[in-house]
């Protein structure tokens, strides 16, 4: 694949610097540096998704709170195996 990349003057001359230091030429190791960084990434969910992951999360965060004060103070729920299975099989 061939791309036509602008960089800013100061990038160019450090990897044209960097490219003489190693003995080859500015667009085979520009070339390597992308390749190589396109290859360690992982593929992302875009920024969109993800924050209306958090909204959902936040919602369900608000909604979980409700619940929780609706409850009495001091309500426990007695949820043992033995009152769940209580007079099962005996």
């Given at each position: 694949?061939?791309?036509?990349?602008?960089?800013?003057?100061?990038?160019?001359?450090?990897?044209?610097?960097?490219?003489?230091?190693?003995?080859?030429?500015?667009?085979?190791?520009?070339?390597?540096?992308?390749?190589?960084a396109v290859l360690s990434t992982?593929?992302?969910?875009?920024?969109?998704?993800?924050?209306?992951?958090?909204?959902?999360?936040?919602?369900?965060?608000?909604?979980?709170?409700?619940?929780?004060?609706?409850?009495?103070?001091?309500?426990?729920?007695?949820?043992?195996?033995e009152s769940i299975y209580a007079?099962?099989?005996?």
């Amino acid at each position: 694949m061939t791309l036509s990349v602008s960089i800013s003057p100061e990038a160019e001359a450090r990897l044209t610097a960097q490219a003489a230091a190693d003995g080859r030429d500015a667009a085979s190791l520009a070339s390597d540096i992308l390749e190589r960084a396109v290859l360690s990434t992982e593929v992302r969910e875009p920024r969109s998704a993800i924050a209306e992951r958090l909204k959902a999360l936040d919602k369900f965060a608000a909604l979980m709170q409700q619940y929780g004060k609706a409850l009495p103070p001091g309500h426990v729920v007695d949820d043992s195996r033995e009152s769940i299975y209580a007079g099962r099989g005996e």
